[in-house]
């Protein structure tokens, strides 16, 4: 199985009560299933919540998952999805010795800036599609990031 | 109303009809205990371990359809419980399991007797709650039931703190429940009802494979209709034992790691498997690459995440079992039955070939023959229950069921100490039947303690206790798949079976004898108080046939002329 293993975007409306994540998060690693990244929060005007799961595994092992997270009393719904917009975001902290401008024209090329200055540290905001943000992360690699923050991708379908 | 949090769980447990309460009180759980002494709509039986609890209220659901209830306190009471849970959970059984907490201002100090509860069950249950305000109680309550019993049945469990159950608060329990999230597909795909039975038409060898799904739905006699006229053979599987009655010439046999040669054989040969409830579980299929390999698959399940779990199904039809069945019903002219006549002719030879027996060739009694005989000598009378290991194969192998309901035993955990509490459940359901419980010299030390409730509340169990001086099947692994070294399953140092029950106030026989055994049986019937009769029995015997973990069906095992060991 893990050699046609895909990477997914699931999104889970749940009702917004207690516990509900640890239900979750409890079924992937009961059955062995991978989680990525998992970001939630709350949907305004509504007592549900959003799911925005990355996972992994072959076609069995996803179709399971989205199966197995239905079956969960206080899930409304599952989006498996194929055609979506997906975004993630990554904070990173640079010393300020370092070449600001060449720091803040990266970050142009991945729908970013530099959103604070302090004594010591800039600190830099980018969003986009988290495979380029892996790019991203890796082409700051040389200006000794200090310190890194990803969000998890949030997702909706086209 | 204005009452308190104890008091609405007493009228919650009245509404929704509840007879039978299994439980054990503690610290947590003492203000609904105190309810509970003052009413007398439904009737408490105290077991002597929490476990016990639990798997009695599983006993009394699986013989009755009722939604069992059992009722602990937090901390140990609660752990004590788990094994009940996880068993009801991987079998499909429902009951409301209500365990007392700390109080809410306690909870999250490590107070005395706090554990996680919802924590822990959250893995072995179809759902849980944690109550923290008694006006949500009454719906909780009935949310609990309806979740337990709707869908693919199971175990929900309501945990309370204490100061919950003291709490007052307005108590309706004729509410409209508005599950938006739970809403399970009972109604069958009509157009792929109808692909399913045109597959059926054009198949040559179909074959039903009849899950425990039938059994939770009550669908048992569609199923016997649905044979019947479309003359298709059948195998079931260890849960489904009893959907087709054992004299039925169209039930082929269980099927498995211990199914017949015949019901093995016509799962690999078949072109169509029908699967019914069924599962695909690791113990039905052996090597899945080799299982049914030139079959199409038609799954009906009220689980969608059942369905293609293991075995890609070609008809796919998510819905209630006798639902599906009634609408395949109505379709059934489609189907000659003549058309299956050479392939009902082929598995008749399979079961000529090596019928499902065995051999009466050792001085001592043979387990096989004692379950056979309390067939002979109370088939249809009796429900029946079985711990873990040999003698339930055997009694799954050998007992002549003639109905659904009839067959109790833990299936999907294999819990040793099912058994006999699940028996005192059964016999509190249905006490005009008699309750005889197989279990082994193993099994049976693990919640033997429920003799004093069995005493105390006139339960007359009869626990057959097959005893070969062996932890059985995993000596029998033991034998053939490691040369015979047989690491810590001897039980020799043993107690007096026959004192141990007396001590309690029961009964006990000890037998060696076939003629003893039949004057045991017959006596403890009459005597009608629970029972040990402690039969001694060939101890190397192993069950055949068998596929070997992880091999494939046809390649089983298959009873020797001689035993040797």
Same mark, same amino acid.
């Given at each position: 199985?893990?050699?046609?293993?895909?990477?997914?975007?699931?999104?889970?409306?749940?009702?917004?009560?207690?516990?509900?994540?640890?239900?979750?998060?409890?079924?992937?690693?009961?059955?062995?299933?991978?989680?990525?990244?998992?970001?939630?929060?709350?949907?305004?005007?509504?007592?549900?919540?959003?799911?925005?799961?990355?996972?992994?595994?072959?076609?069995?092992?996803?179709?399971?998952?989205?199966?197995?997270?239905?079956?969960?009393?206080?899930?409304?719904?599952?989006?498996?999805?194929?055609?979506?917009?997906?975004?993630?975001?990554?904070?990173?902290k640079f010393p300020i010795t370092e070449n600001i401008s060449d720091i803040s024209a990266i970050c142009n090329a991945y729908n970013g800036k530099i959103v604070n200055v302090g004594?010591?540290?800039?600190?830099?905001?980018?969003?986009?599609?988290?495979?380029?943000?892996?790019?991203?992360?890796?082409?700051?690699?040389?200006?000794?990031?200090?310190?890194?923050?990803?969000?998890?991708?949030?997702?909706?379908?086209? | 109303?204005?009452?308190?949090?104890?008091?609405?769980?007493?009228?919650?447990?009245?509404?929704?009809?509840?007879?039978?309460?299994?439980?054990?009180?503690?610290?947590?759980?003492?203000?609904?205990?105190?309810?509970?002494?003052?009413?007398?709509?439904?009737?408490?039986?105290?077991?002597?371990?929490?476990?016990?609890?639990?798997?009695?209220?599983?006993?009394?659901?699986?013989?009755?359809?009722?939604?069992?209830?059992?009722?602990?306190?937090?901390?140990?009471?609660?752990?004590?419980?788990?094994?009940?849970?996880?068993?009801?959970?991987?079998?499909?059984?429902?009951?409301?399991?209500?365990?007392?907490?700390?109080?809410?201002?306690?909870?999250?100090?490590?107070?005395?007797?706090?554990?996680?509860?919802?924590?822990?069950?959250?893995?072995?249950?179809?759902?849980?709650?944690?109550?923290?305000?008694?006006?949500?109680?009454?719906?909780?309550?009935?949310?609990?039931?309806?979740?337990?019993?709707?869908?693919?049945? /199971?175990?929900? $469990? =309501? %945990? !309370?703190?204490?100061?919950?159950?003291?709490?007052?608060?307005?108590? &309706? *329990?004729? +509410?409209?429940?508005?599950?938006?999230?739970?809403?399970?597909?009972?109604?069958?795909?009509?157009?792929?009802?109808?692909?399913?039975?045109?597959?059926?038409?054009?198949?040559?060898?179909?074959?039903?494979?009849?899950?425990?799904?039938?059994?939770?739905?009550?669908?048992?006699?569609?199923?016997?209709?649905?044979?019947?006229?479309?003359?298709?053979?059948?195998?079931?599987?260890?849960?489904?034992?009893?959907?087709?009655?054992?004299?039925?010439?169209?039930?082929?046999?269980?099927?498995?790691?211990?199914?017949?040669?015949a019901a093995n054989m016509a799962m690999s040969e078949t072109d169509l498997v029908i699967a019914l409830g069924a599962r695909f579980d690791d113990r039905v299929t052996g090597k899945?690459?080799?299982?049914?390999?030139?079959? /199409?698959?038609? $799954? =009906? %399940? !009220?689980?969608?995440?059942?369905?293609?779990?293991?075995?890609?199904? &070609? *008809?796919? +039809?998510?819905?209630?079992?006798?639902?599906?069945?009634?609408?395949?019903?109505?379709?059934?002219?489609?189907?000659?039955?003549?058309?299956?006549?050479?392939?009902?002719?082929?598995?008749?030879?399979?079961?000529?070939?090596?019928?499902?027996?065995?051999?009466?060739?050792?001085?001592?009694?043979?387990?096989?023959?004692?379950?056979?005989?309390?067939?002979?000598?109370?088939?249809?009378?009796?429900?029946?229950?079985?711990?873990?290991?040999?003698?339930?194969?055997?009694?799954?192998?050998?007992?002549?069921?003639?109905?659904?309901?009839?067959?109790?035993?833990?299936?999907?955990?294999?819990?040793?100490?099912?058994?006999?509490?699940?028996?005192?459940?059964?016999?509190?359901?249905?006490?005009?039947?008699?309750?005889?419980?197989?279990?082994?010299?193993?099994? !049976?030390?693990?919640?033997?303690?429920?003799?004093?409730?069995?005493?105390?509340?006139?339960?007359?169990?009869?626990?057959?206790?097959?005893?070969?001086?062996?932890?059985?099947?995993?000596?029998?692994?033991?034998?053939?798949?490691?040369?015979?070294?047989?690491?810590?399953?001897?039980?020799?140092?043993?107690?007096?079976?026959?004192?141990?029950?007396?001590?309690?106030?029961?009964?006990?026989?000890?037998?060696?004898?076939?003629?003893?055994?039949?004057?045991?049986?017959?006596?403890?019937?009459?005597?009608?108080?629970?029972?040990?009769?402690?039969?001694?029995?060939?101890?190397?015997?192993?069950?055949?046939?068998?596929?070997?973990?992880?091999?494939?069906?046809?390649?089983?095992?298959?009873?020797?002329?001689?035993?040797?060991?």
């Amino acid at each position: 199985m893990k050699d046609n293993n895909e990477r997914r975007v699931v999104s889970v409306i749940v009702v917004n009560e207690a516990s509900v994540l640890s239900r979750i998060t409890d079924l992937f690693s009961g059955r062995g299933y991978n989680i990525t990244s998992l970001t939630v929060a709350p949907i305004p005007e509504s007592k549900y919540s959003r799911l925005t799961i990355v996972t992994s595994g072959s076609v069995r092992v996803i179709e399971q998952i989205t199966k197995q997270l239905h079956k969960l009393i206080p899930v409304l719904r599952v989006y498996e999805h194929a055609d979506l917009v997906e975004k993630e975001m990554a904070l990173v902290k640079f010393p300020i010795t370092e070449n600001i401008s060449d720091i803040s024209a990266i970050c142009n090329a991945y729908n970013g800036k530099i959103v604070n200055v302090g004594h010591d540290v800039i600190i830099t905001m980018v969003t986009d599609e988290s495979k380029r943000v892996d790019h991203y992360l890796e082409a700051i690699k040389k200006y000794n990031p200090k310190e890194i923050a990803r969000s998890g991708a949030v997702a909706l379908e086209r | 109303m204005q009452i308190s949090g104890a008091q609405m769980v007493i009228e919650s447990l009245i509404a929704e009809g509840v007879e039978t309460v299994f439980g054990y009180p503690g610290g947590a759980i003492m203000n609904v205990y105190d309810e509970i002494y003052k009413q007398d709509k439904f009737q408490h039986i105290l077991t002597r371990h929490e476990q016990a609890a639990v798997h009695a209220a599983e006993g009394y659901s699986k013989v009755s359809g009722k939604v069992g209830v059992s009722m602990i306190t937090s901390g140990p009471g609660f752990t004590n419980a788990v094994t009940g849970l996880a068993d009801a959970y991987m079998d499909s059984i429902p009951l409301v399991v209500i365990s007392g907490q700390v109080p809410m201002s306690l909870i999250g100090t490590d107070a005395f007797q706090e554990i996680d509860a919802v924590g822990i069950s959250r893995s072995c249950t179809k759902h849980n709650y944690l109550v923290t305000d008694a006006k949500d109680l009454p719906r909780i309550l009935k949310e609990a039931f309806y979740i337990a019993r709707t869908g693919r049945p /199971g175990p929900v $469990h =309501v %945990d !309370i703190p204490k100061d919950v159950t003291a709490q007052i608060a307005e108590f &309706n *329990y004729d +509410i409209e429940l508005n599950l938006e999230t739970y809403k399970p597909h009972v109604k069958g795909n009509p157009r792929q009802i109808k692909k399913a039975m045109e597959a059926i038409a054009n198949a040559k060898r179909p074959l039903f494979y009849l899950g425990g799904g039938i059994i939770n739905a009550n669908a048992a006699y569609e199923v016997r209709d649905l044979v019947h006229t479309t003359g298709i053979p059948a195998v079931e599987t260890f849960m489904a034992r009893g959907t087709l009655s054992c004299d039925d010439k169209l039930l082929v046999g269980m099927l498995g790691m211990h199914g017949s040669y015949a019901a093995n054989m016509a799962m690999s040969e078949t072109d169509l498997v029908i699967a019914l409830g069924a599962r695909f579980d690791d113990r039905v299929t052996g090597k899945l690459s080799e299982f049914a390999k030139n079959a /199409g698959v038609i $799954h =009906v %399940d !009220i689980d969608p995440a059942s369905i293609s779990k293991l075995v890609n199904a &070609n *008809y796919p +039809i998510v819905g209630d079992i006798k639902n599906v069945v009634t609408e395949m019903l109505k379709l059934v002219s489609m189907v000659e039955s003549e058309n299956y006549e050479p392939w009902r002719e082929t598995i008749e030879n399979f079961a000529e070939l090596h019928p499902l027996t065995f051999h009466e060739d050792t001085p001592n009694i043979k387990p096989q023959w004692v379950i056979k005989r309390v067939g002979e000598l109370l088939g249809d009378n009796a429900n029946i229950s079985t711990d873990v290991g040999q003698h339930q194969m055997w009694t799954a192998q050998f007992y002549p069921f003639t109905r659904p309901r009839q067959f109790i035993s833990s299936g999907g955990l294999g819990t040793m100490g099912f058994g006999f509490p699940a028996a005192m459940g059964v016999k509190a359901a249905v006490p005009e039947k008699i309750s005889v419980n197989f279990t082994g010299d193993g099994s !049976i030390l693990m919640n033997c303690q429920e003799l004093m409730t069995a005493v105390e509340k006139k339960l007359p169990v009869i626990n057959i206790i097959l005893n070969n001086n062996f932890l059985g099947m995993v000596r029998q692994w033991q034998t053939l798949f490691y040369n015979k070294r047989h690491s810590e399953t001897d039980l020799s140092v043993q107690p007096d079976f026959v004192k141990l029950a007396e001590a309690f106030g029961g009964i006990g026989y000890r037998v060696t004898t076939k003629k003893e055994f039949d004057a045991a049986l017959k006596d403890a019937i009459e005597k009608n108080i629970v029972a040990f009769i402690e039969v001694k029995v060939e101890r190397f015997e192993n069950v055949m046939p068998m596929v070997p973990s992880g091999g494939s069906l046809f390649n089983m095992m298959l009873l020797e002329k001689k035993e040797s060991e």
